[in-house]
Every structure is written in structure tokens, then in C-alpha cells.
């Protein structure tokens, strides 16, 4: 060790011990702090650092460091409130800070370095170990020793006014070891690792996501107030309090779903009628499965489809057990097999499989029905053709992908629309005033965020409600423009086979690229890094590594490359057109085919696949089935198959270069 080094850790041990030593003779302290302020806590460096919290009305609240000489003292209001603004160095530490009244509080192994909020749905919750499990999770928790970066993980907690204070789990802050890393954020977790390895700065996290959440739920009524789409929802979170009718939640809904039941006309008496053998059909459209059924001819479609497809079962398999798979439904199935229900599951990321005892399995040719009802957003049976399929005993199987029946059961527009939970997370501001507010006091260096998919089926809405909740954060914390670094949805979904056509979650990412037109911001290009059979893709080692690229070039100051190709411009010449984009060095393709991806459209609106070429740092888009083209896309779908990346080895965003009206409008 450095003798330096030494001597200065020897005087902090024994500052420390001197200032314990002092109040030995203390019990409890009276002053209360927010749960932000533990030990192992991080302070952001070189700021005016908010130190506040409860005390006795009139008493004086001192304040001492280990990291300076100075005092500081104020004195708690009439309601017992009291701020004191602390001065912080350049990183470093461990330091301590006492915080007395009378009665001093000590709080210990405090770092100085940079603090970072990490926010959003599942993809940013989801955790290295527990219901995550990402690439080589258990190599990975055991090797997670970074005692400088430490991790703060808020609770699930809702509310319908500001909260000055977050719960939190652990106690508060925790050093970055194997013991608290294992359930926290996976994608937080390796951005941090990226940047500490890099400059070792200390770095706090404050983990505060919800799986499955909006992000206006994420969003201060002040600003959504500003926003005509959300006026009514806020008006009524204000007022919830308000509510006297004395019907709970639970029993709204479960009134609405027998609304549900009795308008579907698949039902009779709650009974189903359409899961016979001998039904007549004719009359029922085909659909060709897996498939969202917004993109299958039923665009904007809530409610209830009845799916149906003959399948004939050997003689061979007769008296063998029999499993179904039909792969991912959104939202919710009931499945029967020659009129017996067979099983159910609610939830649109659950594989669906059904086990039918070898006493049950006759030979023959029997209906199998699938009631598939989704509430908003993507509806269907969408998974991977290899998801769905029957399988016998011993493994011979049957293909289940291809010509479906379908017809409608219910479309929701013709009810009541679904009744509010009261105290649901996916409510306007409610995640803002309870997982948010409370650290507005507290100086962060800037702000990752890993959300979207709830929002697809809103992806126009988007464009303004994304960049507007990022002037909102930045807005409420005061300061200024700090790093907002955020992930564009990764490819999800069955494979994209044909042109682009209507896609709400390409016209998502498209309003996460057009955010970039804030400043300070920057884009992790996930199109290459989803999983098409799951929401949730377990390789978040890459995107926390593209977040902590970006924040090392564009907040540390460190020359690496950050982005891939980003669309800049296109022109017309020729029967062609000429796409630029900003990082375009060195373009190529990731696995060293042709460039695959791009679509081309003339005046009509109808894309057909292009020819693409690299020509230097721009790439040439044509096709002889468009000799008038007018618009390009690329990687435009849920999961297109696409490769064009820069000399870095970082994938391009999708893109348009139209501004036609968006399907989701």
C-alpha cells in the first residue's frame, strides 16, 4: 500500500473512532432522516448535497464531515422540518457524517462519486438472479465485488400526492457484493461495473423501476396537466380521495369481467359454444399463426377471438400422454381440445403448454379452440411457429404454426370500459409522487432508463410524453440538462418476414429515436440483442455495457466509440435514395452478408424489400418494384431481421425517413 495511502486511512480510522468515542453515551437519536441517507450511502461529488429531515420544532441541527473542517448548523421550522446544504469534495472516501440535535447520528462508510437514478419496466428491473436469471448469472453474482459502487433499491409503492419519503429494501444503501446484487438491477449492475472499471469513481445507484409500468405513471401531474390525453386521468388521481361510492376495485372488476363473459357471443349462460367437433366454421376467417393480430387484419382490436384448428391425432398415440404448446398469448387463453377444457393462463409473457393424461389421448381428428382475450395494447397467439406444436410421448410431434379459424367473441368498444385500480401502479403520477419525488432533493449525476414496451400500443403519444417526462425529472430535480441515457426497445416477437407494414413497437422505438433531439441524451441500440419467444432477453451485460458507453464518452470524457449509425438525411436521385447518418464510420454488416433490413416506398405507401449498398459513409436504397421512391425504412417491425453496423461494431437504430401518420395515431 501506498504510505500515503496508509496515514491518511490511519487518521480517518481514527477521526472516527474519536467522534464514536464522544457519543458513546447516546441512546437513540431524535433527529429522523428520509430512508435515502443510510450508511454505505453515496454522495454526489463536488455539489451543495441536500441534507434534510424531521426534528424537534426549534431545535438546532448540527452537521460534521470527516472530509472538512466545517459546521454546519440551521435550525428545524415550526413542523419540525430542517435542510442543510453540505459541500462535497472530489470522489473519494470512506468518509463518516454526524448529524446531531443534541443527540448525534452517525453515519458511516459514506462514498463520494457519482449517483445515478435507474428507472423503468421490467427490463430495468429485472434482476440478475430471482425471476431474471441473465447469461451466466450465478459466474456473474459471484464475482460482483465492487465495494465503491453501492446500490439503493426502492420499494413498489404507489401514491396520489407526493411522497417526501421512499421505502426502500436492505435498510437503505448496501456495498455491491455478491449478498444484495443477486436481486438488483441486472442492467444498473453492469452499467455501473462499466464505468467504475473504467475511471474508478465510486457510484451510488438508486434503483427505481416497476415491471410493466407506463411511463406516464412516472410523470408530475404538473406536466401532464399540460398534455390534453392525460388531463381527465390526473384530475381524478387528485381526487380519488374522494371516491365515497363504496364499491371496491375487486368487486368493479369483477363485475366488469361477467360483462365480459355475457356479451361474448362464443358464451351462453357462461358456458362456451363454440369448442364442438362439429361446429360449422364456414363462415369463420383464417389467420395465419403465430401472429399479433393488430398486424393480421384486425388493427386497433381489443376483446375477445376465438381461434380454431382441426388436428388429428395417430392411432401411434392413442393412450399416450399429450402435450399442447401454443407458445405466448397476449393477454389471457382458455384452451380446449375435442370440447374439454384443457387449461388456462393469464399473463401475455407466459408460454402456454397443456398436459393431457395418456387415459384421455383417442385417435382421431377433434377441434382444439383457444378463447384469447386481451385487454389493450398487442393481441394473439405471437410467439415462435417452433412454440406451438403437439408432442407425444416419447417426442413425436406435430406442428401447430400455419391456417387458423378465427372469429370474434367481443369487441370491447361495444362495453363499459374496464374499471381504474385505485391503487394499481399503472395510474397517471403515481410512481412519479412515490418513487420519484422523494429524491428530487438529493444531487444525481444523471439518469439510465429501460422502458416502452407498455407504451407501444400509444407509440405517437410517445413522441410527446417521452421527452416531455424527461424535461419534467430534469424540470423538478433543478439541474439544468443532466444525462438522461435511455435503451430503445430490443427486437421482440415473431421474426419479420414480410416489408415493414404497421408496427407499433417500430414506431416506439422511432419515438425513442426522435428524443435524441433533447439535449443531453443518448440511445443504447438494442435491435440485435432481444429474444423473440421473451419479453425479457437475459443479455443485459451488452446493454448496460451501450449505457455506460455512452456515459463514458459523453459525461466522463472518455474516447470510446458510443452509438452506431444514426439516420441523419436521405435524397432522391435517380430511382434511388441516399441515406446519411451521423457515426457512419467504417459501415458494414454484422455478419458480413449483404445489407438486409431496408424497405423502399413509392407515393403509394407500400414498401417492398430493397437492394442496399454501402457507398463510403452513405448507403444507396433501390428497387426495380419502386422506380419513383419516395420513403425508406430500416428495421422497421417488432423483430426485423437486420445488419448494418458501424466500425465499432454498434448496431444502427431503426428508422423512417417518411413522416406518414403512425398506425398507433
Not at 443510510?38 to 448540527?62: E, H, L
Not at 464531515?65 to 454546519?72: A, D, G, H, K, Q
Amino acid at each position: 500500500m501506498n504510505l500515503k495511502k496508509e496515514i491518511q486511512q490511519r487518521l480517518l480510522s481514527l477521526t472516527i473512532f474519536s467522534v464514536i468515542l464522544c457519543i458513546s453515551g447516546f441512546v437513540q437519536a431524535k433527529v429522523k432522516l428520509p430512508s435515502i441517507f443510510s450508511d454505505y450511502m453515496v454522495f454526489q461529488q463536488k455539489a451543495k448535497a441536500a441534507v434534510w429531515g424531521k426534528a424537534d420544532p426549534g431545535k438546532t441541527i448540527s452537521i460534521s464531515t470527516t472530509w472538512s473542517r466545517e459546521r454546519y448548523t440551521s435550525k428545524a421550522d415550526a413542523l419540525g422540518n430542517w435542510k442543510i446544504l453540505v459541500a462535497t469534495p472530489s470522489y473519494g472516501g470512506p468518509y463518516a457524517m454526524t448529524i446531531s440535535d443534541g443527540d448525534p447520528l452517525i453515519l458511516m462508510n459514506i462514498m463520494i462519486g457519482e449517483v445515478w437514478v435507474c428507472s423503468g419496466q421490467s427490463n430495468m428491473e429485472m434482476p440478475l438472479a430471482g425471476w431474471g436469471k441473465v447469461n451466466n448469472y450465478d459466474q456473474e453474482i459471484a464475482s460482483a465485488k465492487y465495494p465503491d459502487i453501492r446500490l439503493l433499491q426502492v420499494d413498489h409503492v404507489t401514491s396520489n400526492a407526493p411522497l417526501d419519503d421512499a421505502k426502500v429494501a436492505n435498510s437503505g444503501w448496501k456495498p455491491c457484493i455478491p449478498q444484495y446484487v443477486a436481486e438488483f438491477s441486472s442492467v444498473a449492475y453492469f452499467f455501473a461495473r462499466e464505468i467504475y472499471n473504467k475511471t474508478k469513481v465510486p457510484i451510488g445507484l438508486i434503483h427505481t423501476s416497476w415491471g410493466g409500468t407506463i411511463a406516464e405513471a412516472w410523470t408530475s401531474g404538473t406536466t401532464l396537466k399540460t398534455m390534453p390525453d392525460f388531463v381527465e386521468a390526473v384530475t381524478k388521481i387528485e381526487n380519488e380521495g374522494k371516491d365515497k361510492s363504496g364499491i371496491s376495485y375487486e368487486q368493479q372488476l369483477a363485475s366488469w369481467r361477467e360483462l365480459v363473459l355475457a356479451k361474448d357471443t362464443g358464451m351462453a349462460e357462461g358456458k362456451p359454444t363454440w369448442i364442438g367437433n362439429s361446429i360449422d366454421v364456414s363462415s369463420w376467417k383464417t389467420m395465419s399463426l403465430p401472429a399479433v393480430w393488430e398486424q393480421a387484419g384486425m388493427p386497433e382490436f381489443d376483446g375477445v377471438v376465438w381461434f380454431r384448428k382441426n388436428i388429428t391425432i395417430p392411432q401411434a398415440w392413442e393412450g399416450k400422454e399429450l402435450t399442447i404448446n401454443l407458445g405466448t398469448i397476449d393477454d389471457n387463453d382458455i384452451t380446449f381440445l375435442d370440447g374439454e377444457k384443457i387449461g388456462e393462463t393469464e399473463g401475455y409473457n407466459k408460454p402456454r403448454s397443456y398436459t393431457i393424461p395418456a387415459d384421455k389421448v383417442k385417435a382421431g381428428t377433434f377441434a382444439l379452440v383457444v378463447r384469447v382475450f386481451d385487454g389493450a395494447g398487442g393481441g394473439g397467439i405471437y410467439g415462435n411457429k417452433e412454440g406451438m406444436s403437439m408432442v407425444s410421448e416419447g417426442g413425436a410431434h406435430f406442428p401447430l404454426d400455419g391456417e387458423w379459424r378465427y372469429k370474434v367473441g367481443l369487441n370491447l368498444k361495444n362495453i363499459a370500459k374496464a374499471p381504474t385500480s385505485k391503487d394499481g401502479p399503472n395510474r397517471t403520477t403515481v410512481l412519479y409522487n412515490a418513487m420519484i419525488h422523494p429524491f428530487l432533493q438529493f444531487p444525481i449525476k444523471g439518469a439510465i432508463w429501460y422502458q416502452g414496451e407498455s407504451n407501444a400500443d400509444r407509440a405517437h403519444q410517445y413522441r410527446t410524453l417521452f421527452p416531455a417526462m424527461i424535461r419534467d425529472w430534469r424540470k423538478q430535480w433543478g439541474l439544468g440538462d443532466f444525462p438522461f441515457y435511455f435503451v430503445q426497445l430490443a427486437n421482440f416477437m415473431q421474426v419479420d418476414a414480410t416489408p415493414p407494414a404497421a408496427s407499433a413497437w417500430a414506431e416506439l422505438r422511432d419515438a425513442q429515436r426522435q428524443t435524441l433531439s433533447l439535449p443531453n441524451t443518448g440511445m443504447a441500440v438494442a435491435i440485435d440483442l432481444g429474444d423473440a419467444a421473451d419479453i425479457h432477453p437475459k443479455n443485459k451485460q451488452d446493454i448496460g455495457k451501450r449505457l455506460a458507453l455512452i456515459a463514458l464518452a459523453k459525461t466522463y470524457g472518455v474516447k470510446v466509440p458510443y452509438t452506431g449509425p444514426v439516420y441523419q438525411s436521405a435524397k432522391t436521385a435517380s430511382g434511388s435514395i441516399q441515406i446519411s447518418f451521423s457515426t457512419a464510420e467504417g459501415l458494414k454488416t454484422g455478419d458480413g452478408a449483404e445489407l438486409k433490413g431496408f424497405a423502399i416506398a413509392g407515393a403509394d405507401q407500400k414498401f417492398h424489400w430493397a437492394k442496399a449498398e454501402i457507398k463510403g459513409n452513405q448507403i444507396v436504397v433501390s428497387s426495380a418494384e419502386v422506380p419513383n421512391p419516395v420513403a425508406v425504412r430500416y428495421a422497421w417491425g417488432n423483430n426485423p431481421v437486420c445488419n448494418l453496423i458501424n466500425v465499432a461494431g454498434l448496431p444502427a437504430s431503426p428508422f423512417r425517413t417518411d413522416q406518414w401518420e403512425d398506425s398507433t395515431k
